[in-house]
Structures are given as structure tokens and as C-alpha cells.
């Protein structure tokens, strides 16, 4: 093996703050795919905003 290739190893609180925030990840995508789909968000050019504040639907 190459001296070149530093592998660095976490220790159990690293990846237990590295699989804390991969399920936080997880749990927000779960959340704005529940708003997106009630309605409550709206995704304009890549942004999420809350379907109240969208100009484009306050005149229905």
C-alpha cells in the first residue's frame, strides 16, 4: 500500500455525530416532502417557500 494514502479513522463520537446528522438529513427531506405534498410548501426556481407567501397563488 501507497505511504501516500492517509486513512484516518473516526472515533465512536465522530460517527455517532456523523449518523446523527445522516438521519437528521433523512428526517427533514421526510418533513418537506409531507408540506410539499399538503400543499403547505411550494418549490419556485429550486426554493421552498411557504404557499402563503407565493404571489402566484394569491389570486386563487
Known amino acids: 500500500m501507497s505511504s ?3 486513512i484516518t479513522t473516526l472515533s ?3 460517527q455517532a455525530f456523523f449518523a446523527l446528522g445522516k438521519k437528521l438529513q ?3 427531506r421526510d418533513v ?3 408540506k410539499l405534498a399538503s400543499g ?6 429550486g426554493k ?3 404557499a ?3 404571489p402566484n397563488l394569491a389570486d386563487k
Open 52 to 54: 402563503s407567501d407565493d
Open 26 to 28: 433523512m428526517a427533514a
Open 32 to 34: 418537506i416532502k409531507r
Open 4 to 6: 501516500s494514502h492517509n
Open 48 to 50: 421552498y417557500y411557504l
Open 40 to 45: 403547505e410548501y411550494v418549490l419556485i426556481d
Open 12 to 14: 465512536l463520537q465522530e
